[in-house]
């Protein structure tokens, strides 16, 4: 396992259409996050899972976003009626937090790079 | 409010000479702190963290950071700067009562060292 993989790296849809992202977290980690980046700003969070729950998601930017992580393993965030200000880098990451909490040192895959034409 | 500042958009530094990349930061318990590095056309990469104990943490490729409570602040240093060390760099802070362990960004640095 080398490492977070994402699945497209470039993705470019009409307005309208709809999109859906993979994530591959690495394998033993049990949290997984997705953030959106437009240029020149952080990452902003939208939604994380540990296993295969969904714990938090009112960061979600409209009920056209979701998440989904069916198995506790990939991840995919799918968005619906896409609009030009949807353009932006989607980045995933996991971690390994243990019950007792934990330091949460985030892994980040290389990121699917959304333009809306 | 959480939030993290990282004032300067953009530093300039000389190879070999000593660096520093300035975050401050804001959260209503203790922090959880991180800095990742970002490059071109590539995800973040984490340098380093301050969780606890010594206030000054080494990381990758020669970088340290700084904790220093009374400022809250947590600024990464080089005292070597190399040009491969251009890139974005992020701050990142986490108040370590945050249930859902929420990382808050800063809006990043970029550094250019130049040969």
């Known amino acids: 396992d080398t490492g977070v993989s994402q699945d497209p790296r470039h993705k470019i849809t009409k307005r309208g259409q709809n999109v859906t992202f993979r994530c591959d977290p690495i394998?033993?980690?049990?949290?997984l996050y997705w953030y959106r980046q437009t240029l020149g700003q952080g990452p902003e969070f939208l939604t994380y899972f540990q296993n295969e729950a969904q714990l938090e998601k009112s960061r979600l930017l409209s009920d056209r976003f979701s998440a989904e992580r069916p198995k506790g393993s990939f991840s995919t965030l799918e968005i619906q009626r896409t609009e030009q200000g949807d353009s932006a880098m989607y980045l995933c990451?996991?971690?390994?937090?243990?019950?007792?909490?934990?330091?949460?040192?985030?892994?980040f895959g290389p990121g699917t790079r959304l333009t809306v034409t | 409010a959480q939030s993290v500042a990282q004032p300067e958009d953009q530093v300039n530094v000389a190879e070999g000479n000593p660096l520093t990349v300035k975050c401050t930061y804001s959260v209503s318990g203790n922090p959880y702190l991180f800095w990742y590095v970002q490059y071109p056309n590539r995800g973040l990469q984490f340098l380093l963290k301050?969780?606890?104990?010594d206030n000054l943490v080494k990381g990758s490729y020669g970088f340290e950071a700084e904790f220093n409570k009374s400022q809250t602040s947590f600024h990464l240093k080089k005292p070597s700067a190399l040009v491969s060390d251009s890139a974005l760099y992020f701050c990142?802070?986490?108040?370590?009562?945050?249930?859902?362990?929420?990382?808050?960004w800063g809006a990043g640095t970029k550094l250019i060292i130049k040969p």
């Open positions: 394998s033993e980690h049990n949290r």
């Open positions: 301050y969780i606890t104990g």
């Open positions: 990451a996991s971690s390994w937090t243990s019950g007792s909490g934990g330091t949460d040192e985030q892994y």
């Open positions: 990142a802070v986490r108040d370590v009562m945050d249930s859902n362990y929420q990382l808050i």
